[in-house]
């Protein structure tokens, strides 16, 4: 089954938590803080593996995990990172965050990479802690939550030539005919479902091997969503050649023409401006036949190169071989990807004093990176680390910021995945 669309949810490993030990040895009565800090989550990677030609892998596996790091240990020794998760995804993958349909990347060249969810950082141990009048910290940070989302994995196939028409116009009649692909064939509409990819073999002496793509066929209104829509007018974004099939037998050849054209424009103006072959197909029946001169005069005046032929007899392909070959570029051309370097969108990271306070169904809701994260990486049970947070509040003006929104001693106060209990000089985890 090919599967070009897919949402799966992604958890990076959670960072281990940091060491809250003291040295003990004899003869060393005081022995400071020596615990030692949290590993790092593994984070979530994608990679392009040219093998991969759907999502396929992705019908039934929507839930991937990364692996924890391990907790600090005493003598200052420090947790085990986890384990990075690289899963595997064909050329002209596009991946979105689901929620808001922001592009993370566009995976393209071979063993391209993208970090899709970064692993937790690993808790501090309490030897980070010690101060001149603190010199015997019981404070160690719990470690960071890995990152977790829902993306959109949306599959373009990468292809130099795509065969665009109506139904039952001959696509797959005229892919097979070219290529050793052996798609579906019926004189049906509809009878292709799915994109189906041949390799055209050029000559002995021609290095060059364009790979072909048979798009499902597209009907009035497809790039708005009608029929099979923007399910399979994405896969033509990223050919180098369109090769336009019109069945000649059709009532109306000169209004099949147009439909298709129209919904090409609809959705992307840029596909109209690639270059296009038509292909008059069915030549073998006399309504083809006899309206051929009309429509090859018509393409001839717009400056539209076509060419009659028959998928089915055979008839023509020689010429539209010969047309397709001087329209490719060169070899070393032919060897680069379409899009050389596909996409990743960089962010940097800002974990700023940035915060704000909202009230909602009678909770008080704090947003801000920072604080969220100290939230997370608070043991709430240690009184000292308790106290720290508290200091932390006072010291962003957040507590303050809670007063003015009118919170009272017993309210809920919730900062990322933590539930608190507002008190005027101390903080309860519920």
Same mark, same amino acid.
């Given at each position: 089954?090919?599967?070009?669309?897919?949402?799966?949810?992604?958890?990076?490993?959670?960072?281990?938590?940091?060491?809250?030990?003291?040295?003990?040895?004899?003869?060393?009565?005081?022995? %400071?803080?020596? !615990?030692? +800090?949290?590993?790092?989550?593994?984070?979530?990677? #994608?990679?392009? $593996?040219? *093998?991969?030609?759907? &999502?396929?892998?992705?019908?039934?596996?929507?839930?991937?995990?990364?692996?924890?790091?391990?907790?600090?240990?005493?003598?200052?020794?420090?947790?085990?990172?986890?384990?990075?998760?690289?899963?595997?995804?064909?050329?002209?993958?596009?991946?979105?965050?689901?929620?808001?349909?922001?592009?993370?990347?566009?995976?393209?060249?071979?063993?391209?990479?993208?970090?899709?969810?970064?692993?937790?950082?690993?808790?501090?141990?309490?030897?980070?802690?010690?101060?001149?009048?603190?010199?015997?910290?019981?404070?160690?940070?719990? %470690?960071?939550? !890995?990152? +977790?989302?829902?993306?959109?994995?949306?599959?373009? #196939?990468?292809? $130099?030539? *795509?065969?665009?028409? &109506?139904?039952?116009?001959?696509?797959?009649?005229?892919?097979?005919?070219?290529?050793?692909?052996?798609?579906?064939?019926?004189?049906?509409?509809?009878?292709?479902?799915?994109?189906?990819?041949?390799?055209?073999?050029?000559?002995?002496?021609?290095?060059?091997?364009?790979?072909?793509?048979?798009?499902?066929?597209?009907?009035?209104?497809?790039?708005?969503?009608?029929?099979?829509?923007?399910?399979?007018?994405?896969?033509?974004?990223?050919?180098?050649?369109?090769?336009?099939?019109?069945?000649?037998?059709?009532?109306?050849?000169?209004?099949?023409?147009?439909?298709?054209?129209?919904?090409?424009?609809?959705?992307?103006?840029?596909?109209?401006?690639?270059?296009? &072959?038509?292909?008059?197909?069915?030549?073998?029946?006399?309504?083809?036949?006899?309206?051929?001169?009309?429509?090859?005069?018509?393409?001839?005046?717009?400056?539209?190169?076509?060419?009659?032929?028959?998928?089915?007899?055979?008839?023509?392909?020689?010429?539209?071989?010969?047309?397709?070959?001087?329209?490719?570029?060169?070899?070393?051309?032919?060897?680069?990807?379409?899009?050389?370097?596909?996409?990743?969108?960089?962010?940097?990271?800002?974990?700023?004093?940035?915060?704000?306070?909202?009230?909602?169904?009678?909770?008080?809701?704090?947003?801000?990176?920072?604080?969220?994260?100290?939230?997370?990486?608070?043991?709430?049970?240690?009184?000292?680390?308790?106290?720290?947070?508290?200091?932390?509040?006072?010291?962003?003006?957040?507590?303050?910021?809670?007063?003015?929104?009118?919170?009272?001693?017993?309210?809920?106060?919730?900062?990322?995945?933590?539930?608190?209990?507002?008190?005027?000089?101390?903080?309860?985890?519920?």
């Amino acid at each position: 089954m090919f599967l070009d669309r897919v949402k799966i949810f992604l958890h990076a490993g959670d960072g281990g938590d940091g060491a809250a030990t003291f040295r003990r040895e004899a003869h060393v009565p005081r022995g %400071g803080p020596d !615990g030692g +800090d949290g590993g790092r989550g593994g984070s979530i990677y #994608l990679t392009v $593996d040219p *093998g991969e030609t759907s &999502l396929r892998d992705y019908r039934h596996a929507h839930h991937f995990k990364g692996t924890p790091g391990g907790r600090g240990f005493g003598q200052r020794m420090h947790g085990k990172a986890g384990h990075d998760l690289t899963l595997k995804v064909p050329p002209g993958t596009g991946i979105f965050l689901d929620e808001t349909g922001e592009l993370l990347g566009d995976l393209v060249t071979s063993e391209q990479t993208l970090m899709v969810a970064r692993g937790g950082r690993g808790g501090l141990g309490n030897v980070h802690f010690a101060t001149s009048t603190n010199q015997a910290p019981r404070h160690a940070q719990k %470690g960071e939550p !890995g990152e +977790d989302r829902w993306i959109r994995l949306e599959l373009r #196939l990468i292809a $130099d030539i *795509g065969l665009v028409g &109506l139904p039952n116009a001959g696509k797959s009649t005229l892919l097979a005919a070219l290529t050793a692909a052996r798609p579906k064939i019926a004189d049906y509409p509809f009878t292709t479902l799915e994109p189906n990819l041949g390799v055209l073999d050029i000559s002995d002496d021609d290095l060059r091997r364009p790979t072909i793509a048979d798009v499902p066929g597209l009907i009035e209104g497809a790039s708005s969503g009608a029929g099979l829509g923007h399910a399979f007018l994405r896969h033509v974004e990223r050919t180098r050649i369109l090769v336009h099939i019109v069945d000649g037998s059709d009532r109306d050849p000169e209004w099949s023409y147009n439909v298709i054209r129209d919904e090409l424009q609809a959705h992307d103006p840029a596909l109209l401006a690639k270059p296009i &072959l038509v292909a008059y197909n069915k030549m073998d029946r006399v309504e083809a036949a006899d309206t051929w001169p009309a429509f090859e005069k018509a393409r001839r005046d717009q400056g539209v190169a076509a060419v009659a032929i028959s998928a089915a007899a055979g008839e023509g392909l020689a010429e539209l071989r010969t047309r397709l070959v001087a329209m490719l570029p060169n070899a070393d051309e032919m060897a680069e990807p379409l899009d050389s370097a596909g996409v990743v969108v960089h962010r940097i990271e800002s974990a700023g004093d940035g915060f704000r306070v909202e009230r909602e169904d009678g909770i008080f809701v704090v947003h801000g990176k920072k604080i969220e994260r100290l939230a997370a990486q608070t043991n709430f049970e240690t009184e000292e680390s308790a106290e720290r947070f508290q200091r932390e509040l006072a010291r962003l003006g957040i507590d303050e910021e809670l007063r003015r929104h009118g919170v009272e001693p017993g309210d809920t106060v919730r900062i990322g995945n933590s539930e608190l209990e507002w008190e005027p000089d101390d903080w309860d985890q519920r």
